[in-house]
């Protein structure tokens, strides 16, 4: 089990230690610190690492003494599930996703966010693809991208994008008109539970609420 351990280490992508400076908020991570976890291998063999996933470069990454470690991509088709506290991953389109909810449907959430430099605004999740990958790409010296602290000019925007798996569909939707258009039969009944709960798209909870309710009528 160690030597396999080992060679999973080997193979991922290697990052640079992070910075010991000060306490700092994990604004581009998704949990506030690396947290004690499972990564479930398709063999059934377990392997324990602190864990947290980069929302701004889209990989599960682990800490090894002082530095971090990205899982590499080599290694997705050969992991089951992430564990993180109360929290399972699984990997879709070689990347990490949260599984949400499990009833009738499967939703998953792709946690992400955008990069924002210094002087350029953007909406919710809007930042241009030229622009977020020149951003990430003028930080990225050393690999500072994995560290716990960005420039404090640079702005974090987190975002989400949802999959949802119903009656064996894969479809993925970013705003609460396409998820409408994934229950076309039930539209009426859609927008009158969003109208009377008052369902926005970044409130995770209530987008779940109503894809149960929609199932269960």
């Not at 998704?30 to 947290?52: D, H, S, V, Y």
């Not at 909406?123 to 990225?140: C, E, P, V, W």
Request: aromatic letters at 14%; charged letters at 25%.
């Amino acid at each position: 089990m160690k030597r396999f351990f080992y060679l999973l280490i080997f193979s991922l992508s290697f990052t640079t230690s992070f910075s010991q400076k000060k306490a700092t908020e994990f604004s581009h991570y998704l949990f506030p610190e690396f947290t004690q976890g499972i990564i479930l291998m398709k063999n059934g063999i377990n392997n324990k690492a602190l864990l947290n996933y980069n929302s701004l470069t889209e990989e599960m990454v682990f800490k090894d003494k002082s530095k971090m470690l990205a899982i590499g991509k080599s290694e997705l088709e050969h992991i089951d599930t992430v564990f993180i506290m109360d929290r399972k991953f699984i990997t879709l389109n070689n990347k990490f996703v949260e599984l949400i909810s499990h009833s009738k449907c499967d939703l998953f959430a792709e946690h992400k966010c955008s990069l924002i430099p210094p002087g350029k605004p953007s909406g919710y999740g809007g930042t241009s693809q030229t622009s977020a990958i020149t951003s990430i790409t003028s930080i990225n010296s050393g690999g500072r991208l994995y560290e716990l602290e960005l420039p404090d000019d640079y702005e974090i925007k987190p975002y989400t994008f949802y999959w949802l798996k119903k009656n064996g569909e894969l479809n993925m939707f970013i705003n609460m008109k396409q998820l409408r258009n994934l229950y076309d039969d039930k539209k009426d009944l859609f927008k009158a539970y969003v109208k009377k709960h008052d369902v926005k798209y970044d409130n995770q909870e209530s987008i779940v609420q109503l894809i149960k309710y929609l199932e269960t009528i």
